[in-house]
């Protein structure tokens, strides 16, 4: 079956310390990707989003994610968190042809001063 | 200009009471769809409609109907509401709901069902 996977619940990182979120899908020779933010209280927002190309995609907020055919990932990252980059974070995918989009189960992160 | 709307914000129903939420997007943009989050689950999506006149089911469609009343709206009913319909629903809209579009969601309506 078709699916994002997203292996970390919940995270915590230092105020200024990097960022990584792991995704993974299964099945889609040709995925189109996606990481979405929800903030407390509100509807999801597009962070950034791979389709072809450049395997590294930049995206708003200083984040960044990487496409590894090979590892079937498509990671989340920042170099250096702010307090306001609490959230959720899901990634999100069309896996095969026009099937819709499938969403992990979410990533809270926290952060601390 | 507003993007997604949603009312209400939060409704507080009894099993078998029936209600609408209503979504309505103005971005001229031809696809809609409901999502429901629960946690620990991601969000689900119920139904869509890739354009005006048109609906389809998506994972999670038991219980619900929607009606797309106009390019703009498009709406989720729930006929005789369950405990399980308990969640956070979203409603999104896409420019043509070509799979590389990103998706607009609105704030939420917050349903708790009792």
């Known amino acids: 079956a078709q699916s994002v996977t997203q292996p970390d619940i919940h995270i915590t990182v230092s105020e200024g310390a990097s960022l990584e979120l792991r995704c993974n899908y299964s099945?889609?020779?040709?995925?189109?990707l996606f990481w979405y933010v929800q903030s407390p209280g509100q509807g999801l927002q597009l962070l950034l989003k791979?389709?072809?190309?450049?395997?590294l995609v930049q995206g708003i907020k200083g984040f960044e994610a990487e496409f590894k055919r090979s590892q079937s990932s498509f990671n989340l990252r920042k170099p250096s968190v702010h307090w306001s980059d609490a959230a959720e974070y899901f990634c999100?995918?069309?896996?095969?042809?026009?099937?819709?989009?499938?969403f992990g189960k979410g990533t809270r992160l926290s952060v601390i001063a | 200009n507003a993007g997604v709307t949603q009312t209400p914000k939060f409704q507080v129903l009894k099993t078998g009471q029936s209600m609408t939420l209503q979504c309505a997007q103005d971005?001229?943009?031809?696809?809609m769809y409901w999502y429901r989050q629960d946690p620990g689950m991601g969000l689900r999506l119920i139904y869509y409609?890739?354009?005006?006149?048109?609906?389809d089911k998506g994972e999670v469609p038991n219980g619900y109907n929607v009606s797309r009343l106009n390019k703009r709206e498009f709406s989720l009913r729930l006929e005789s509401a369950a405990p399980s319909q308990t969640s956070v629903y979203f409603c999104?809209?896409?420019?043509?709901?070509?799979?590389?579009?990103?998706?607009?969601f609105g704030p939420g309506t917050r349903l708790l069902v009792l």
């Open positions: 999100a995918g069309v896996l095969s042809g026009n099937t819709p989009l499938v």
């Open positions: 099945y889609g020779a040709t995925p189109y």
């Open positions: 791979y389709f072809s190309g450049d395997t």
């Open positions: 999104a809209s896409s420019e043509i709901g070509a799979v590389q579009e990103t998706q607009y």
């Open positions: 971005m001229n943009h031809n696809s």
């Open positions: 409609s890739a354009s005006e006149g048109t609906t």
